[in-house]
Each structure stands twice: as structure tokens, then as C-alpha cells.
T-cell receptor, first 116, second 112 residues
């Protein structure tokens, strides 16, 4: 019940296209859903995050769509650029846990390649 | 910007050696974490610490131990390195709660 599923494992998109990565969770106690972006040779970095009280959050070309009833959320990258080529991790956690050190559960990652 | 520094980018060790991976953060974060990253398996939590001298096991603690003697420093110890511990090791820190983990650049450990 603590798992976060992510698909696809890898994705190739033409420059200017839309990249879509999907995630699903089971634990209804999760209430914070971040996405992390990792470039080769670097650690993951927080990209964008959403709470389940909204269905969509947009920051520049990056949008998270959230479907609470289906327990699914997705990352859309509009006008994808070669510089977006990276590994993307979705994640989930619960801030309602009694401990202050709430753990983040990561999906397995999606390797995105944007080709010119 | 918060910085999480891992002491080594690449490390090659022999089977049976005791290995220390060091991590230092400079923003007074309460929480620190050690993950290993393997292709197709994502990020798996080894150990985490929510305060000095406090530690808790993550999902895959076997073969590892940790030490947090000072708030800014969190060390991962491989008591007797084995080839199946060849991996990328990532340290992270955060303020309270699950918000905004800051990761180091990782240590790629090869055990031969």
C-alpha cells in the first residue's frame, strides 16, 4: 500500500511535443505529491508539487494533473526541449503522520529523451 | 541555496572492506536520509535520521549502518562491503515534514 507506480519507464519525445508521465498510488493518507527531476551525474531536484485539494498545478511548461478519485497524478511537459532530457520521479507522502520526519515514497522513475 | 555535499563522487572498494560514505548539509535541516539508486528500482531508502544521534531503518537497511553525531553530518557505513552493494548512493536532507528534499550529487560505489 506504500507503493507509487510510474509509467512509462522510458519516453522519447520530439522537440516541441508534449511529454506525459503517469503515476498511481494506493495509500489514501498520502496528501503531498512532488515530482523530482534528475540530470545525469546529479542528485534529484524538486521540480513541482501538488496537494490533493487542487486538480491541477502549473509552473511554466510543467503541469501536474491530479485525480483524487482515481488515485492518479501525471506530469505534463509542454513544448518539450532537449534540455528537459532527464529522469523524472514522482513521489508521495503523508503529512498527517504523527512523526515529523514523514517519509517520501518515490516511483521507479521515467527516463525522458527529447530529440531535436 | 541549501547545499548537500557528499564527500566522494566515485569510490572503488574491495569485498569485505568497511566503507564510509559522508554527507554534510549546511542549512540546519532536521532530517537526513540515505538512499540507493539502481536502474529500474528507483530510490530506495536505507536509513534516515530526524535528530542528532537518532536514526531509523528505511526499507533496505541490511548490511548498512549510520551515524549522526552532529546535526549537519550523516554517515553511511557498509560494515563489510559486498558486490551487491555496488550502486549510486544519494544523501538528502529536509526541514521538518516531507517537503522539499535536497539531494547531494551522489556517490557511485563499485565493490570489486
Amino acid at each position: 500500500q506504500q507503493q507509487v507506480k510510474q509509467s512509462p519507464q522510458s519516453l522519447i519525445v520530439q522537440k516541441g511535443g508534449i511529454s506525459i508521465i503517469n503515476c498511481a498510488y494506493e495509500n489514501t493518507a498520502f496528501d503531498y505529491f512532488p515530482w523530482y527531476q534528475q540530470f545525469p551525474g546529479k542528485g534529484p531536484a524538486l521540480l513541482i508539487a501538488i496537494r490533493p485539494d487542487v486538480s491541477e498545478k502549473k509552473e511554466g511548461r510543467f503541469t501536474i494533473s491530479f485525480n483524487k478519485s482515481a488515485k492518479q497524478f501525471s506530469l505534463h511537459i509542454m513544448d518539450s526541449q532537449p534540455g528537459d532530457s532527464a529522469t523524472y520521479f514522482c513521489a508521495a507522502s503523508s503529512s498527517s503522520m504523527k512523526t515529523s520526519y514523514d517519509k517520501v515514497i518515490f516511483g521507479p522513475g521515467t527516463s525522458l529523451s527529447v530529440i531535436p | 541555496d541549501v547545499k548537500v555535499t557528499q564527500s566522494s563522487r566515485y569510490l572503488v572498494k574491495r569485498t569485505g572492506e568497511k566503507v564510509f560514505l559522508e554527507c554534510v548539509q549546511d542549512m540546519d535541516h532536521e532530517n537526513m536520509f540515505w538512499y540507493r539508486q539502481d536502474p529500474g528500482l528507483g530510490l530506495r531508502l536505507i536509513y534516515f535520521s530526524y535528530d542528532v544521534k537518532m536514526k531509523e531503518k528505511g526499507d533496505i537497511p541490511e548490511g548498512y549502518s549510520v551515524s549522526r553525531e552532529k546535526k549537519e553530518r550523516f554517515s553511511l557505513i557498509l560494515e563489510s562491503a559486498s558486490t551487491n552493494q555496488t550502486s549510486m548512493y544519494l544523501c538528502a536532507s529536509s526541514w521538518t515534514g516531507p517537503y522539499g528534499y535536497t539531494f547531494g550529487s551522489g556517490t557511485r560505489l563499485t565493490v570489486v
